[in-house]
């Protein structure tokens, strides 16, 4: 899957430098750094010191009318409201 992330320009230069010593890629560092990101376990807190998002539900479903699964539709219904 392709996607496009932003990046500081001093961390892109680091990496730029750091790939071509190894003689290596962009896309191997990033796979390489998400799996081990992923193979930690969880702490329950972010690096900032804030707690984990805990979610909360509770009943009654959405509002009439609001369809989550058309997000233009969503964002002018939330226009229309707000």
């Given at each position: 899957?392709?996607t496009?992330?932003?990046?500081?320009?001093d961390?892109f230069?680091?990496?730029?430098?750091?790939?071509a010593?190894e003689?290596?890629?962009?896309?191997?560092?990033?796979?390489?750094g998400?799996?081990?990101q992923?193979?930690r376990?969880?702490?329950?807190?972010?690096r900032?010191?804030?707690?984990?998002?805990?979610?909360?539900?509770?009943d009654g479903?959405?509002?009439?009318?609001?369809?989550?699964?058309?997000?233009?539709?969503?964002?002018?219904?939330?226009r229309t409201?707000?």
């Amino acid at each position: 899957m392709k996607t496009t992330i932003e990046l500081p320009d001093d961390l892109f230069i680091a990496v730029k430098h750091r790939v071509a010593e190894e003689r290596s890629t962009m896309r191997a560092m990033v796979e390489r750094g998400l799996r081990a990101q992923l193979r930690r376990a969880p702490t329950g807190r972010s690096r900032a010191g804030t707690r984990a998002i805990r979610w909360v539900t509770v009943d009654g479903g959405l509002p009439k009318g609001l369809d989550i699964r058309d997000r233009a539709a969503m964002h002018d219904w939330l226009r229309t409201r707000g």
